[in-house]
């Protein structure tokens, strides 16, 4: 498995909204995800895939909806007993769900998340076709397959969801329209997981339980390398929601092994859920956008 | 024999040993970079497993990631097929260390040919000609009066290199005083050792190797030789054999030369001894490869064996199961190394998606190749994205069949070495046998493709 890219980028930026906290407390700063990120992906393998409309005008356009419409949207959830809302907005498609001990919350992701997962499935796309025997198969063919290839490896099913998406009571969450099996990398912003530094074989971290609460850098983990031990560590400060591999199960390098929950904002807001903010892109109702 | 293989490799020499492999009914399990996800070998592997980022350093070339991976998919046994640690001691004995077999000499094999400079000291002295030439030069004096000794012009080769890098030939004693320097350096920078040593030049040669394969047991066979003289900057581009410049008896003297000297030497497993042919037909010793070579095929088209898996057999500890009578070499092969290279810009490495390939097929036409429509080509590892092999029931048979198949072949998307190979098999001087070891480069490769000189 490689690591999330939409995790941990989304992850590694800071807030850009100044004003998000009294607007629910993700919003700004989940809105560091993707937009921006797509136009600066660097290396040979894809081409910069900028939004036509540019970082500055998307930034804009995330503050724009958590101000205005992210507040109205999580008082309708909670008035209206709902699990999830969702709306489409100028060419953004805005979903607010709720959280298991029943708030709201929101998380904002973007264009760039979704193209990524587009290369993935290009990336998967051969295996995929050799599978199926047809040409266009897209990422679920590709990734199960090379799941059900690695026996060591994990299966990222139920066990590896987020809690968003567990909290809904049946409701389908974001993300799930696109299959459970790539539900872990939809890029909730919430989300980070903390990845393999080599091949070996992993041991949660002595004290590690869900609920634990750890600092960017700290060892949640490790992973014995012929008998040698590397550490694993947490990307942000975060709280530590479950290991996705079982100790000493064999692990490869950028394997994601545990997951977390990234701290931000007051955690006694109740609005600790999801928003999810996507632009709408032309024919992309449904599917992942390609990258090509 | 085996029950699981890990691969530590990648390109088409990963899928090679992968159907190996698979002939062999084991299991294979690849190693891969970051950068080799969407590879071929990857997506047919039983099992595929990441061990590392694309700097070969932190993968194909860190020992204890390729073992981790071995003992935590359960293999046992690490093939490391050509370049990367194919050749490394340390390496093989750390593999071993780890209760997994390394497919290649034991370690100490290893050690004792890991010297140019002592290898070539060890064959002389069981019976091989070797290139008159100096041990480790002491420093510069040393060096002037050697070179005075062997004559000019002089060969400075690095003693723990390998693939042409760091040496220089010099024509005079001012020329040696300016580049021992920088060979010594350049040496020290390719592979942490700055001693080099001197031989004679041979002006117009050929390069001739001969395949061996020897067992646990000092039962050691000769499969013919392959002659790579057309190169470029030191690095084959195309191999055949028989080589067109020697006799029959000739080159059966060759080979059980080699053979002898190196069952005596104590070699196991299979290898290739490098010779230097002059205009005179003199054939001698420079270097021994303990490993698979990238132009193996060609040696499996003309006997029928299967040297990937010969290797595995070896390493497994099985007797060779054949003798020396047992091999016979048919009619003429032909490999054609397919390079991501630009002819445009002086043959510099390419990278870049593979748009469109159709590789070429009919009867004794092979294509051993990672690459596929959609391929996406890293700029991280050497530039071989393919060999074309063809066999004929003699030369002139393989050449023109080898002309059909080149202009078969379809690679589009980046810049490839396609062009030399196709002006190659109409160029007089190839169809004529004359191919030496410095033409392309004295005539210069551009120069030679546009048609613009006579050779």
Redesign the interface.
């Known amino acids: 498995m ?1 690591t999330d890219p939409v995790s941990r980028r989304a992850a590694a930026r800071p807030p850009i909204d100044g004003g998000g906290a009294e607007r629910g407390p993700a919003a700004g700063d989940a809105g560091a995800a993707s937009p921006v990120d797509a136009s600066v992906r660097s290396g ?2 894809q081409a910069a895939v900028a939004p036509a409309d540019g970082p500055v005008d998307v930034r804009a356009e995330i503050s724009r909806l958590a101000s205005d419409l992210v507040p109205s949207l999580a008082a309708a959830l909670v008035a209206g007993d709902l699990a999830e809302l969702e709306i489409r907005q100028r060419g953004w498609r805005v979903r607010v769900r709720r959280n298991a001990d029943g708030g709201a919350a929101a998380d904002i992701d973007a264009a760039g998340a979704r193209r990524r997962l587009g290369a993935r499935a ?2 998967d ?3 995929a076709e ?1 599978e199926r025997g047809r040409s266009d198969a897209r990422a679920d063919g590709g990734e199960s397959q ?1 799941e059900s ?4 490896g994990p299966v990222p099913g139920d066990a590896a969801r987020p809690t968003g998406a567990t909290s809904t009571n049946g409701t389908a969450a974001a993300g799930d329209d696109a299959g459970t099996r790539r539900r872990g990398e939809r890029g909730d912003a919430f989300r980070v997981v903390a990845t393999s530094p ?4 992993f041991r949660l971290g002595t004290g590690m339980r869900p609920g634990t609460r750890v600092r960017s850098g700290d060892v949640v983990g490790i992973v014995d ?2 008998g ?1 031990p590397q550490e694993v560590t947490a990307p942000v400060d975060a709280i530590v929601m479950h290991a996705l591999v079982e100790d000493d199960q ?6 994601s092994l545990v997951e977390l929950e990234r701290a931000s904002g007051d955690a006694s807001n109740p609005f600790g859920g999801g928003v999810v903010a996507v632009p709408i892109e032309p024919g992309a109702g449904s599917a992942e956008g390609r990258n090509d | 024999m085996f029950s699981r293989v890990l691969i530590a490799n990648r390109g088409e020499i990963a899928l090679r040993v992968l159907r190996a492999c698979r002939a062999l009914a084991i299991e294979a399990v690849v190693a891969y970079s ?1 950068a080799d ?2 590879t071929l070998a990857v ?1 047919l ?9 694309p700097d070969a350093r932190r ?1 194909y070339l860190s020992a ?2 390729l ?3 071995a ?3 359960g293999c046992d046994a690490i093939h490391p097929g050509y370049g990367f640690l194919s050749e490394d001691a340390a390496f093989a004995e750390a593999v071993r260390a ?1 209760d997994v077999a390394f497919i290649g000499p034991s370690p100490d094999v290893l050690e004792r040919f890991a010297s140019k400079d002592a290898t070539r000291r060890l064959l002389a002295a069981h019976g091989l000609p070797t290139i008159p030439g100096s041990g480790i030069v002491r420093d510069e004096q040393d060096a002037l009066d050697e070179a005075q000794r062997i004559g000019y012009p002089v060969l400075i080769k690095p003693s723990a290199g390998g693939g042409g890098k760091g040496m220089r030939m010099v024509r005079t004693p001012r020329e040696l005083e300016t580049s021992l320097t920088v060979c010594r350096s350049e040496a020290k920078a390719a592979f942490g050792d700055d001693s080099v040593y001197l031989e004679r030049w041979l002006e117009d040669n050929r390069h001739i190797e001969v395949q061996v394969a020897v067992d646990r047991f000092g039962r050691g066979v000769h499969l013919g030789e392959r002659d790579c003289s057309v190169q470029r900057r030191h690095q084959k581009i195309v191999e055949e054999g028989p080589t067109p410049v020697l006799d029959a008896s000739a080159r059966r003297d060759l080979a059980d030369s080699a053979v002898r000297a190196i069952v005596a030497a104590g070699y196991e497993n299979v290898g290739t001894l490098e010779f230097l042919v002059d205009r005179e037909g003199r054939a001698y010793f420079i270097e021994i490869n303990c490993r698979i070579q990238v132009e193996h095929p060609v040696t499996e088209m003309l006997t029928g064996i299967d040297l990937v898996a010969t290797q595995i057999r070896i390493a497994a500890g099985e007797p060779l199961g054949f003798g020396q009578a047992d091999v016979t070499t048919t009619g003429h092969a032909i490999e054609f190394r397919i390079n991501a290279e630009d002819p445009e810009q002086e043959f510099r490495p390419s ?1 870049g998606v593979v748009e469109r390939y159709i590789p070429p097929g009919g009867p004794w036409v092979r294509m051993d190749s990672h690459v ?1 429509g ?3 080509v890293p ?1 991280y590892y050497d530039s071989l994205l393919g060999k074309l092999i063809v066999w004929g029931p003699d030369r002139a048979a393989a050449i023109a069949r080898g002309r059909v198949a080149l202009d078969e072949l379809v690679l589009e998307g980046l810049p490839t070495n396609l062009a030399i190979h196709r002006a190659l098999v109409d160029s007089d001087v190839f169809l004529e046998g004359r191919m030496t070891t410095n033409l392309l480069d004295r005539v210069g490769a551009a120069a030679f493709l546009a048609g613009a000189v006579a050779v």
């Not at chain 1, 290839?149 to 060591?152: G, K, M, Q, V």
């Not at chain 1, 080599?198 to 074989?201: P, Q, R, T």
């Not at chain 2, 592997?45 to 980022?53: L, T």
Request: proline fraction near 4%; charged fraction near 20%.
């Open positions: 490689a040979a393998a290009a990336i796309r051969h295996a050799r090379r290839r690695s026996s060591d080599a091949v070996g074989l390398v012929l040698v064999a692990v490869e390098y950028g394997q | 970051e996800r969407e997506q592997a039983d099992e595929a497993i990441c061990i590392g980022p993968s204890s990631a073992i981790s991976a003992v935590v998919t780890h990278a596929y959609g391929y996406e700029p």
